[in-house]
């Protein structure tokens, strides 16, 4: 159905089907963003190891045509103008090579036209979307769990709807917010957020906000993006910075941190696959347990003796 020559993410039908069993490994459901991710990793690596992209290639060539044709037609002028095309575009591969020349990386198919044309695509070739796939905007908040262990804070709506239809609720007994003021009250709080400066800023927040709480990041951390051998970074050309200052005083941010996001870097935390993202909530689950005992309605159910037959 898809013609890699066709799409800017280079996709085909085998490739969506790999990708798609890859994130529904274990039965996990997946969300679209998750999917868009995914498809562009090949696109936006290339994006992030080039020096200077794709588009300086053209001139680099036409550059090279002219001092030919200049050279052996006997037409210096368009040797010249050759001449001058090459340096210019050697000029620009140093200024970027050097970090003088800031360039975008970006996702290169926007997510609503991925929503349009490749998941709508494929529904009406095959009749159904792909799948394990849940689509943001149709996953409603549930209700929290009446006694929860903890709760689960982040402003990625793609997180929260992953983990609601995962259902973490049940699994962890964990309640799923966006906003602070959504959080239940008195129960540890994790956070999941992109590495970004919006993402430190929102973590740097809630902590604020919620003194006197216990908090727990559960990433995606700055240093955790450089560490990592093949991470999904986008890059913004707006530099921000006074925010930059805001976080070297008020964070435990490193100066290597500080400047990767000052450079205008960033790592979605939604490109996380759903097994991924759980591993992370299931850790900090498990340490929670280990750290205060059973959750409330772990004690509720034994106060009951719904978890005393097992063991007799």
Same mark, same amino acid.
């Given at each position: 159905?898809?013609?890699?020559?066709?799409?800017?993410?280079?996709?085909?039908?085998?490739?969506?089907?790999?990708?798609?069993?890859?994130?529904?490994?274990?039965?996990?459901?997946?969300?679209?963003?998750?999917?868009?991710?995914?498809?562009?990793?090949?696109?936006?690596?290339?994006?992030?190891?080039?020096?200077?992209?794709?588009?300086?290639?053209?001139?680099?060539?036409?550059?090279?045509?002219?001092?030919?044709?200049?050279?052996?037609?006997?037409?210096?002028?368009?040797?010249?103008?050759?001449?001058?095309?090459?340096?210019?575009?050697?000029?620009?591969?140093?200024?970027?090579?050097?970090?003088?020349?800031?360039?975008?990386?970006?996702?290169?198919?926007?997510?609503?036209?991925?929503?349009?044309?490749?998941?709508?695509?494929?529904?009406?070739?095959?009749?159904?979307?792909?799948?394990?796939?849940?689509?943001?905007?149709?996953?409603?908040?549930?209700?929290?769990?009446?006694?929860?262990?903890?709760?689960?804070?982040?402003?990625?709506?793609?997180? *929260?709807?992953?983990?609601? @239809?995962? =259902?973490? %609720?049940?699994?962890?007994?964990?309640? #799923? +917010? $966006? /906003?602070?003021?959504?959080?239940?009250?008195?129960?540890?709080?994790?956070?999941?957020?992109?590495?970004?400066?919006?993402?430190?800023?929102?973590?740097?927040?809630?902590?604020?906000? *919620?003194?006197?709480?216990? @908090?727990? =990041?559960? %990433?995606?951390?700055?240093?955790?993006? #450089? +560490? $990592? /051998?093949?991470?999904?970074?986008?890059?913004?050309?707006?530099?921000?910075?006074?925010?930059?200052?805001?976080?070297?005083?008020?964070?435990?941010?490193?100066?290597?941190?500080?400047?990767?996001?000052?450079?205008?870097?960033?790592?979605?935390?939604?490109?996380?696959?759903?097994?991924?993202?759980?591993?992370?909530?299931?850790?900090?689950?498990?340490?929670?347990?280990?750290?205060?005992?059973?959750?409330?309605?772990?004690?509720?159910?034994?106060?009951?003796?719904?978890?005393?037959?097992?063991?007799?």
């Amino acid at each position: 159905m898809f013609e890699p020559k066709e799409n800017p993410l280079a996709l085909h039908d085998v490739k969506v089907r790999r990708l798609t069993a890859k994130l529904a490994e274990d039965n996990h459901w997946y969300t679209t963003t998750q999917l868009w991710y995914a498809a562009a990793r090949k696109t936006n690596k290339a994006a992030n190891s080039g020096t200077a992209g794709c588009g300086i290639v053209v001139p680099i060539i036409i550059g090279v045509v002219l001092i030919i044709v200049g050279v052996t037609g006997d037409t210096p002028g368009l040797a010249v103008a050759g001449a001058v095309l090459l340096v210019i575009c050697a000029a620009i591969i140093a200024l970027r090579v050097a970090g003088v020349m800031k360039r975008a990386v970006v996702v290169k198919m926007p997510l609503d036209q991925f929503r349009k044309e490749i998941i709508g695509g494929w529904s009406r070739v095959y009749g159904t979307p792909p799948g394990g796939i849940i689509d943001e905007p149709h996953v409603r908040p549930g209700p929290p769990p009446p006694q929860p262990a903890f709760a689960i804070l982040s402003p990625d709506l793609s997180v *929260l709807a992953c983990l609601q @239809v995962n =259902d973490v %609720g049940r699994w962890f007994n964990a309640a #799923l +917010a $966006a /906003k602070v003021a959504d959080l239940p009250p008195a129960v540890p709080v994790a956070v999941i957020h992109d590495a970004s400066l919006d993402g430190e800023l929102f973590l740097a927040t809630a902590r604020h906000e *919620l003194r006197g709480r216990r @908090v727990i =990041d559960l %990433g995606l951390r700055p240093r955790s993006v #450089l +560490a $990592a /051998k093949d991470p999904f970074k986008l890059r913004t050309k707006d530099r921000q910075p006074e925010r930059i200052a805001w976080l070297k005083a008020n964070t435990d941010l490193t100066p290597k941190e500080l400047e990767w996001l000052g450079d205008g870097w960033s790592s979605p935390v939604a490109a996380l696959r759903p097994a991924q993202l759980l591993a992370r909530v299931k850790k900090v689950a498990d340490h929670l347990r280990r750290a205060g005992g059973p959750d409330p309605a772990e004690r509720a159910a034994k106060a009951v003796g719904f978890m005393t037959w097992p063991a007799a």
